[in-house]
């Protein structure tokens, strides 16, 4: 089954839409791309790019004769939007999101997609934190997973165009259930969140001239905690609000770890100390190996952040 679509229509235009739109351009993967977004500045935004031919007020407008329809809003505002887009969803149409939680994608969205549709729920693992029209770009789903979770009983030949479509944009595919893509996404990435927020909130608290100095000195590690902390507030509310359990679970572990490091700070214990630290290491080499990353001093980042 050809991976080209007659037209996509693409739901919500920030960061990865607006990246979508560009890969499709650069890679192709569609015949047309229009688009809604919600406020009146990023419509005027998309067409002023050219990353859609059609900008549209509302969801419902832009889904009709489109063939694949991508949910790119907060996860938040997904229910709503598919809701209204329902009853207009084109038959043999595909249906698929980006959100970063599956489970309560499935939740709000799926019974709103008619039976003649197909839908997918699809994560690409692929971001900055940067958000909104402007901050997309062609080549951010290069050598990146995107994680599809279809539901049981779904067409296997869907599945594959769809996957398709991911790969010409760049990306690598895996599938994975929706509650294991929320578990093994809490810990890859929400929890690390967590720890950034709180480390830079922390450091916020301080008094006046300590803080100035974390600002001064933060070469040392906050630093990079603040570029993860520098991510959409509504996008991460969004996900801390619909990924509880999982979270929940993972900070549990985290916090008996961290209570086992500060008892080996305390006793100087430092064997303890040294071999988790070594295993650490490992996992730091582990995902360079996989080519997630760069053993470059600043991660391999170029200044504009877009790596
Ligand atoms: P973003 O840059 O903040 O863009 C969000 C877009 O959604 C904006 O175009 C916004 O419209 C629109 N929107 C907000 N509320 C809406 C509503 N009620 N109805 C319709 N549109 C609405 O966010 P993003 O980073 O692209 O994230 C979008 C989705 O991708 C989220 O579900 C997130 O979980 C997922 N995701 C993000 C990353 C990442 O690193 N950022 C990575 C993978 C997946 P206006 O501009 O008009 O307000």
């Given at each position: 089954?050809?991976?080209?679509?007659?037209?996509?229509?693409?739901?919500?235009?920030?960061?990865i839409g607006s990246s979508i739109c560009h890969a499709v351009k650069k890679f192709g993967g569609a015949k047309d791309i229009v688009g809604h977004a919600k406020s009146a500045e990023t419509r005027k935004i998309a067409l002023e790019l050219g990353l859609v031919s059609k900008v549209f007020d509302s969801p419902v407008d832009a889904v009709?004769?489109?063939?694949?329809?991508?949910?790119c809003a907060p996860i938040g505002a997904c229910g709503a939007i598919a809701a209204a887009i329902g009853p207009t969803i084109e038959p043999g149409?595909?249906?698929?999101?980006?959100?970063?939680?599956?489970?309560?994608?499935?939740?709000?969205?799926?019974?709103h997609i008619p039976k003649?549709?197909?839908?997918?729920?699809?994560?690409?693992?692929?971001?900055?934190?940067?958000?909104?029209?402007?901050?997309g770009f062609a080549?951010?789903?290069?050598?990146?997973?995107?994680?599809?979770?279809?539901?049981?009983?779904?067409?296997?030949?869907?599945?594959?165009?769809?996957?398709?479509?991911?790969?010409?944009?760049?990306s690598k595919i895996d599938r994975m259930s929706v509650?294991?893509?929320?578990?093994?996404?809490?810990?890859?990435?929400?929890?690390?969140?967590?720890?950034a927020y709180n480390s830079v909130a922390t450091a916020a608290d301080l008094e006046e001239v300590t803080q100035s100095e974390v600002v001064k000195f933060s070469a040392g590690g906050f630093r990079d905690l603040t570029r993860i902390a520098a991510s959409d507030?509504?996008?991460?509310?969004?996900v801390f609000l619909n990924n509880k359990e999982a979270v929940l679970e993972?900070?549990?572990?985290?916090?008996?770890?961290?209570?086992?490091?500060?008892?080996?700070?305390r006793w100087g214990d430092g064997e303890t100390l040294f071999n988790l630290f070594t295993r650490a290491r490992e996992i730091r080499k582990g995902i360079i190996a996989a080519g997630q990353d760069t053993a470059a001093p600043d991660f391999g980042r170029d200044p504009s952040h877009k790596g």
């Open positions: 089954m050809s991976a080209e679509f007659e037209r996509i229509a693409v739901l919500g235009i920030g960061l009709k004769g489109a063939d694949l329809v991508i949910l149409a595909i249906v698929t999101d980006v959100g970063s939680v599956k489970g309560a994608i499935v939740r709000d969205c799926a019974p003649h549709a197909h839908f997918i729920p699809g994560h690409p693992i692929a971001g900055t934190e940067q958000s909104g029209p402007r901050s080549d951010l789903f290069q050598n990146r997973w995107c994680i599809l979770t279809p539901l049981p009983g779904t067409d296997e030949a869907i599945v594959a165009k769809l996957e398709n479509f991911w790969q010409r944009l760049g509650e294991h893509h929320d578990l093994v996404l809490a810990m890859t990435s929400h929890l690390p969140h967590l720890i507030p509504t996008m991460w509310r969004d993972m900070l549990g572990r985290f916090m008996e770890e961290l209570s086992m490091l500060q008892r080996a700070i």
